[in-house]
């Protein structure tokens, strides 16, 4: 080898050395790694990361021979004498290196195994790293919420215990995040779904136990208040009872035969709750005022729109008066009032109209044939051919 493929190799071989030191400091560095040297791994994280000790051995040790083959060969070319080549052209070339595999290999495969052992370690680390940016703010946000639940719970006195399953099922999950955060990575995406099935719970409690406060510090306005508002439905279901029966009267439809009648068992539910306050379960208090309350407005929705199909019920029995009478008017303008095909068709609306109970369906089918037939007859389309038969007129 010349002098001068000699000084490549040597200017070579030194920046991969210092290349290869870097990678280690800024690996020994490196925030994750630190985190998994000091984690009790397990499970498939474990399984992953065992290999990567040994990788990492292996790195520093080789590195450790390489970088000895570099500075034994920069004093040999530097310290003059007899010709080097020889010497310098076997370290730089030849199987100088001895791994800690008991193998000895040239620099080039040297430098070849430390990079591939150095990018299967990071590789891991980072594998490890992503799962745990993931993971580990969403679980920061569990452990507060179950601080805030237990905090709550002593505030309304409930037992130490009264939440195990959430407590049990938070430090599963803890275990899982710090000690093997890669069993929950599924198809390079992180799996966050226990995390939040956990969350709702421990939302939907927190909820519950602060409705609970808000029930052991104000208690009898929450029931004062409540009772004003199932007052308030009762006098609504008074005003739709009279006007289901102002229907009911008037027409015949199965839309009004339902009768609502949701108080009684409002009023029941607020007497229960006396009981519950006497034996302290502010907790139960608070789920059953929620409860109640949202009872209250479902009955509050249900009268309005049954309110509003018996007022449409009415509306549409005068829709169709009018429709009736104005057919009328223009059969009397046409000349065709008394015409014997459209006698039987407004008999019948008529009656179904303005007796009572109205059958508006069948009052619709009179309407529907009186009003067909009288176009027919104004468009010359009588198959009789006849001006009309008006003796029927008057039924």
């Known amino acids: ?13 030194r920046g991969e050395a210092a290349r290869v030191a870097l990678d280690l400091a800024e690996l ?9 040297q000091g984690a009790d791994l397990t499970g498939e994280t474990r399984r992953r990361w ?6 990492v051995q292996r790195l520093w040790k080789s590195h450790e021979a390489f970088s000895a083959v570099v500075e034994r060969a920069a ?4 310290a003059g004498g007899e010709d080097p080549r020889a010497e310098l052209d076997l370290l730089l070339t030849g199987a100088s290196v001895a791994l800690p595999t008991g193998e000895n290999v040239a620099p080039a495969e040297a430098i070849a195994r430390m990079t591939g ?11 490890i790293e992503t ?3 993931v993971l580990q703010p969403r679980l920061g946000e569990l452990e507060a919420m179950w601080k805030e639940v237990c905090t709550l719970s002593d505030m309304v006195e409930l037992p130490a215990d009264a939440h195990e399953g959430l407590r049990e099922n938070l430090e599963r999950i803890g275990e899982t995040v710090h000690g093997d955060p890669l069993a929950l990575v599924v198809d390079d995406g992180v799996d966050t779904s226990a995390l939040l099935l956990l969350r709702d719970a421990l939302d939907r409690t927190r909820g519950e136990l602060r409705d609970a406060l808000r029930m052991r510090d104000s208690y009898e306005e929450s029931v004062r208040r409540l009772t004003w508002a199932i007052d308030d439905v009762e006098q609504a279901a008074l005003r739709t009872e009279r006007l289901r029966a102002r229907v009911v009267e008037k027409i015949s439809s199965p839309e009004a035969s339902e009768r609502l009648d949701p108080v009684p068992g409002l009023r029941a539910a607020v007497a229960e709750m006396d009981e519950l306050r006497d034996r302290g379960d502010w907790r139960e208090l ?33 829709e169709l008066r009018g429709r009736l009478d104005s057919c009328r008017a223009r059969a009397a303008r046409l000349g ?10 407004y008999v019948r609306a008529h009656w179904e109209l303005w007796s009572a109970p109205s059958d508006l369906r069948a009052a619709t089918t009179a309407l529907t044939v009186y009003d067909r037939t009288l176009r027919e007859l104004a468009n010359g389309r009588d198959p009789d051919g006849e001006a009309g038969d008006r003796d029927g007129a008057s039924g």
């Open 286 to 318: 608070g789920s059953r005022l929620g409860r109640i309350q949202q009872a209250v407005h479902d009955v509050e929705d249900a009268l309005r729109e049954q309110g509003r199909v018996l007022t449409e019920l009415l509306q549409r029995r005068a």
């Open 75 to 78: 004093h040999v070319r530097g």
């Open 131 to 133: 799962a745990w940016d």
């Open 336 to 345: 065709l009032d008394g015409h014997r095909r459209l006698v039987a068709p």
């Open 50 to 55: 065992e290999p990567e000790i040994a990788r």
């Open 28 to 36: 020994d560095r490196h925030g994750a790694y630190r985190l998994i």
């Open 1 to 13: 080898m010349s002098w001068e493929g000699i000084d490549h190799a040597l200017n070579r071989v």
């Open 117 to 127: 052992d150095y990018e299967a370690v990071t590789e891991t680390v980072s594998a």
